[in-house]
């Protein structure tokens, strides 16, 4: 039997607007093993992000329980989950999200700059990153030198620098033409099975989830149990 | 240290807006401190006062006289170590756009209770030894290019005629904030054709100044001079050389108030220019911080980078600025030197106008960073589906 590694467990999720509660998520369950590839798929306003980020520790369930590598994440401080995402996490968002005045091997090196690595140690680690995303000669380009496609896998770049124990990623091709899709697609799925990175990805693209080894759907804050 | 590249990098990302700000802060850095070396000029003299000085003028007004003989009673008072008397004279130059100071003075005694004003022997024998003679100080003989032997006639005003005179000396001061744009005559010149051709002002002098053994009994024994001429033709008013100066300031009171509050005004309004470029910065930045807090940067990294930013902009703005005080106050200083004998530009002065540019500086993250650190990563990202 495979293992374990996230599980979420009667997550409900609401948000307020004034006085007016709006439900996101309706008794989330959820069992992700460790290397899979899991795609989250589901219409506009279904909750799948919400769910994303409440696996990522970016945000906080209203009720129930989420358990990465056996640690509940729900009732870590602020600091904690900070320092939780920093070691655990990996973020590939649907626009980059790369500060436009860093070079790509600054973007890279930036959630290395949280850890005690040494200059040459973050060095080593950007650069054997940008190698994987087959960017090793780009490390001196700014973000507006950069094509969408190269953007994206710097992000992705970014996101393994650190070695995460998962990645996340939300709508990695939403912003993407096809080409490129395929391209950063392939990437992803080199990273899940060469080096047996857990990924969730949020998508609606039914051509990106086809590179996910498991599918599930969300509908109005609901799970279908039906895998694929 | 990690993080300054970034904070470096971040300054600058809008390099125009960076250098207006920095040139802003610059420009107000500069004003206070032009502005506080001016309210500076104007406590001048009583900063370069003597505490062991007093000075005793008519009790209704310094343009009033009193009677030279007072001397015989003052210099007996007890505490008193020495007299002298000056009446300023009032003349022009060529014209009266060239004002400067001219007292008509009793030349052994005023220079003994002056120690600061120098004189060579040569020159200060010179002095005693021709009636229409004159000392000049360096500035005054610089700004008109007068040397030593030098003619010079001035058009009397409070004392109507043509007075011809003659450079015998330039002293120098023995301080930076020495006044050296006086100019010392003899009142036995004054006085004598005073008596001849306007009798009853002959024996008159607008002021006795005197030395005092112990300044701590400056009150006591200006008292005591007061007491002798109550109730007299002219009564008098004795004080310290330093409140006797401060007097001039309080005549231009509202200036000097008003000049304080511009400089504390021009510290507000470039406050407000740079805690608007901050909060423009750290609102177009939101999603980056999201970004990063979602990539585990922490509150004090995000505050860190704001404030680092801040005052990193400030500190150029502030160093900038003390740099273009420099040659604009020694621009003042020839420009003014007829007002402000001392217009020097003070270390204290340069410290408060670079400290107010950091403090601007920290003031005007404090908001942006709130707001940044309060910011919740969704909402920063805006990816609520």
């Known amino acids: ?228 | 240290m990690k993080f300054l590249k970034l904070t470096w990098k971040n300054s600058f990302r809008h390099k125009l807006r960076t250098f207006l700000t920095i040139l802003g802060l610059a420009i107000a850095v500069m004003a206070y401190s032009v502005i506080r070396t001016s309210v500076d000029a104007w406590y001048a003299g009583a900063s370069a006062s003597s505490p062991n000085r007093l000075v005793t003028i008519n009790n209704v007004s310094l343009i009033f006289t009193i009677p030279m003989a007072y001397k015989e009673k003052i210099e007996k008072v007890d505490g008193i170590t020495g007299i002298t008397w000056a009446q300023w004279f009032g003349g022009v130059y060529v014209d009266p756009k060239n004002f400067f100071a001219q007292f008509a003075v009793d030349p052994v005694t005023y220079f003994d209770l002056y120690p600061e004003y120098i004189v060579p022997e040569e020159q200060f024998q010179d002095f005693l030894s021709q009636r229409n003679s004159v000392i000049v100080g360096r500035k005054l003989a610089d700004r008109f290019n007068w040397s030593v032997g030098d003619p010079v006639r001035l058009i009397g005003t409070i004392f109507p005629g043509d007075w011809d005179f003659v450079i015998a000396g330039i002293y120098t001061g023995t301080k930076e904030i020495t006044d050296e744009s006086q100019w010392f005559m003899h009142f036995a010149y004054l006085d004598e054709r005073m008596k001849v051709e306007a009798p009853p002002r002959a024996g008159q002098i607008g002021s006795f100044i005197t030395r005092i053994d112990d300044p701590n009994r400056a009150v006591e024994i200006s008292n005591n001079i007061d007491a002798m001429f109550e109730n007299s033709i002219a009564e008098t008013k004795t004080d310290t050389e330093e409140a006797f100066q401060l007097s001039f300031v309080a005549m231009a009171g509202s200036i000097v108030a008003g000049l304080k509050a511009v400089s504390v005004l021009v510290i507000g309004i470039i406050l407000l220019v740079l805690a608007n470029t901050m909060a423009m910065t750290a609102r177009e930045r939101t999603s980056e911080y999201a970004m990063m807090k979602s990539l585990g940067f922490r509150t004090a990294h995000i505050a860190g980078l704001i404030f680092g930013e801040s005052l990193f902009i400030a500190a150029m703005g502030g160093l900038m600025g003390i740099l273009i005080t420099l040659p604009i106050v020694n621009l003042v200083r020839v420009g003014l030197s007829d007002f402000f004998p001392v217009f020097k530009l003070d270390p204290i002065t340069v410290m408060l106008g670079f400290s107010a540019a950091i403090i601007v500086g920290f003031l005007a993250a404090i908001f942006p960073a709130i707001k940044a650190v309060n910011t919740s990563i969704i909402d920063g990202l805006r990816i609520i589906d």
């Open chain 1, 1 to 228: 039997m495979a293992e374990k590694f996230i599980e979420v467990k009667n997550v409900e999720k609401s948000y307020w607007r004034d006085t007016l509660e709006i439900p996101v998520l309706n008794n989330i369950n959820l069992d992700i093993e460790k290397g899979d590839f899991l795609a989250l798929m589901g219409p506009s306003g279904s909750g799948k992000t919400t769910l994303l980020n409440l696996i990522a520790g970016i945000d906080r369930p209203s009720t129930g329980e989420i358990f990465v590598d056996g640690v509940d994440i729900a009732p870590l401080s602020d600091g904690m989950l900070a320092r939780w995402r920093s070691d655990n996490v990996g973020f590939v968002f649907q626009f980059y999200n790369l500060l436009p005045v860093l070079t790509a091997f600054e973007n890279v090196e930036l959630p290395l700059l949280l850890t005690k690595l040494s200059k040459q140690e973050r060095k080593h680690q950007v650069e054997t990153a940008l190698s994987i995303v087959g960017l090793a000669d780009r490390m001196d380009h700014y973000p507006n030198q950069l094509s969408g496609g190269q953007e994206q896998r710097v992000a992705i770049a970014r996101a393994i620098a650190t070695d995460p124990s998962f990645i996340l990623a939300d709508e990695p091709t939403g912003d993407l033409d096809k080409v490129s899709a395929e391209e950063i697609m392939d990437l992803l799925s080199q990273l899940n099975k060469e080096f047996g990175k857990t990924i969730i990805m949020v998508t609606h693209d039914p051509k990106a989830a086809e590179y996910a080894r498991t599918q599930r759907h969300l509908d109005k804050g609901e799970l279908n149990n039906n895998h694929a």
